[in-house]
């Protein structure tokens, strides 16, 4: 209920500065009609979630997708109605605190038509919303290699490492099943998801089998999963025992052996369990096998460094999604895409398969990371 408020929340926030700017900025921003989309564009963001169980599944669904792009065209809104702003307080000080040359004349003149530059922000911003949700499910395949000495020459593995996929009102069976050809396209020895591959009520799920989509996955080494912390907000015992029911191995701080040669070891998400201690216990005998640790939230890297694991896959970022919000999650974590090397660790953090809310990224874009583990 909390999440819904904020959501909700912040909905009606974007929305309603978004109105005001075009209503002062552009011409057609004060008739009716625009005042009468903005409303009901805004109720059905507001309303989307706590209504959902009331309605039909179709229903459910167009209403999760206009709420997605209603929100993602008010942040871009918003970012661009604070680039006006600022740009009209930098001409305003030239013309008013400097003699003005004719150069600033000219730009001053270009800045205080005010209903040219909003069409231009607003034309900026359906263009990186259509461009955003295109981009959002045309995911890319990104190969990782890797070489080690704790498997024998000739020995190697293909890894499929997936994170965030989000099944739920928006995202559903037919999804899954582009997912599952996708994967099996890359033919991979097994397939690895790190958390968050449910996003919020199971029910939607269970209302599309989706997951009966996922039980087609061709890995014939396993299917291992680590929750995140979208696997908390409804019923997680419920929704492992939908997940085991496909044949998949949930990895709740457990670890499991693969052929005498890879250890596979999974945490609870951060949110539920914040300390090193779980993943110091399931360390042990990490110098046996090739140690492989799945932890939805890259945030304890140094310590899996530590313990001696030798490789730590993550996801949660979805590096911002939305641009420039990298800028936030770059500093929020030691690696918030990409890989990188920390003594004999290498992690590597997916930015995800889905995504969460509006169906637009235009960060990085989505992927399935193939990992060739090849001895050496």
Partial sequence: MRIMFFIGTVDFILSLIGYFYYRKNLPWGKHKAFALAYALLTLNAIASRPLSPLLPAGIIKISAWLEGLWVAFGYYTVLFALVHLVMYIIIYLLRHLIAPSDCVAQVAHFYMLRDKFAAFTLACTLILVTWGSYRAFHPVVRTERIETTKLASGVSYKMALISDVHLGRSLGRSYAERLTQRLNTLAPDLVLIAGDLVDEKIAYVE?????????????????????????????????????EKQGFTVLRDKSIILEDRLKISGLNDFSRNRDTRTLVELALGNDKYYSILLDHQ????????????????????????????????????QLDYGRTKKGQLTAITS???????????????????????IGK
């Avoid at 989706?210 to 890995?219: F, R, T, V």
């Avoid at 930015?351 to 583990?373: C, H, K, M, N, Q």
């Fill in 351 to 373: 930015s995800g398969y889905g995504f969460w809310g509006p169906p637009v990224r235009t960060e990085a874009a989505p992927e399935i990371v193939l990992i060739e583990l």
């Fill in 207 to 243: 209302e599309e089998n989706s997951l009966d989509a996922l039980k087609l996955i061709n890995a014939p080494k396993g299917v291992y999963v680590a929750f995140g912390n979208h696997e908390y907000i409804d019923n997680p015992s419920k929704w492992q025992q939908l997940v």
């Fill in 298 to 333: 890259p945030r304890k890297m140094e310590a899996a460094a530590d313990a001696s694991y030798d490789l730590y896959l993550s996801g949660h970022t979805h590096t911002g999604q939305l641009f420039p919000n990298r800028q936030i999650t770059q500093r929020m974590y």
